[in-house]
């Protein structure tokens, strides 16, 4: 049978290490972590996700900042809230959540926010210490990943790691995470993309396969060998008229087919999801940190 890896207590171990240290900070008479958290419009997934992190961050004694500004906001004025955060020596992690209105262009957001204070780790120049394999701010669901792979023995030296799907959020950062030569990764990593004639050349090869392709049960049991750990990425809603609210959420994979053959398996909700909001707090602690040893 199949280990079925529990995001949900995997991320309270990880907020329960975070409640400690900030603790710790407190008591020596430090600064907590702050965290400022800019949201334009009213998607009501960004305004769910938003609003648990502003409950994980009283939870753990983070200080928080939350934005709220309507669709019609400017770009200017998204620009000069942000620069006001850069500046500000109390907010030590910047989000705008994403996506943002159209008329908003999201790189020069990203570009915008200091490095220093990158915590989603989204701008080019903590991608490119990602890549040099130097310590930054990794992206909170590619990290979030290796830490269930990590704290869940999955072996990971020399295992083929197959990624479906190439986004600047999840599937580049975590091929160049897997590969980097390191007790936590020294993976052998394919990327595979909708340029393949047939992905599932791929991911039948797959030791551990990561889907985030953003297609709802794409993955089906002829898509994968036996003893495969999959790792789903996927939040896709479909209709259910069975539901209450008329929908479920469903992963990237097919769980119930795939299961019988894995060795182990997220499952979709209660996998990777908690897993991101984890990793935040915890960029957000690493950056007061590394600013107080500069």
Partial sequence: MALVIDGKAIAAEVRNEIKIKVSERIAAGKRTPGLAILLVGDDPASQSYVGGKGKACAELGVYS????????????????????????????????????????????????????????????????RLVIGIPGFVPCTPAGIVELLVRSQIPLKGKHVVVLGRSNIVGKPIANLLYQKNPRANAVVTICHTAAPDFRVYTRQADILIAAAGVPLLIKADDVKEGVTVIDVGINRVDDPSASKGYKIVGDVDYESVFPKAYAITPVPGGVGPMTIAMLLNNTLKSIEMSENQ
Wanted: without cysteine.
């Fill in 65 to 128: 900042v939350i934005e709220r500004r309507p669709e019609n906001t400017s770009e200017e004025e998204v620009l000069s809230i942000i620069n006001e955060w850069n500046r500000t020596p109390e907010i030590d992690g910047i989000l705008v959540q994403l996506p943002l209105p159209k008329h908003i262009d999201e790189n020069k957001v990203i570009l915008s926010i200091s490095p220093d204070k990158d915590v989603d780790g989204f701008h080019p120049q903590s991608f490119g």
